[in-house]
């Protein structure tokens, strides 16, 4: 996983620069110019100690956490876990 460069933007704000933008293209988040639409907003919510989740709203529509697919694989694997340290058998009927 890439490092990105914290900068400090005006006198509160922190922004994060994205040194390649295949991702944003690919999401299409970019227009076809490659540059990102005037408005284009990001909400950022802070998970945990030095943990933060950045979605990007499609349509007006914000992702649910439940709606985001790393997330739900990390719930899955943390439901996994507890289940073997509980000493639960996963049943495959």
């Not at 295949?22 to 970019?30: I, K």
């Not at 540059?35 to 998970?47: C, I, K, M, S, Y």
């Not at 876990?81 to 049943?91: F, I, K």
């Amino acid at each position: 996983m890439p490092h990105r460069r914290l900068r400090k933007i005006g006198t509160d704000s922190v922004g994060i620069v994205l040194e390649r933008s295949d991702f944003l293209e690919r999401d299409e988040v970019l227009d076809e110019n490659g540059d990102v639409p005037d408005g284009t907003t990001a909400f950022t919510e802070r998970l945990g100690e030095r943990t933060y989740l950045v979605r990007i709203p499609e349509n007006g529509h914000v992702p649910e956490l439940h709606e985001c697919a790393p997330i739900r694989r990390v719930a899955g694997q943390i439901l996994l876990e507890n289940d073997a340290t509980a000493g639960a058998v996963p049943r495959a009927d």
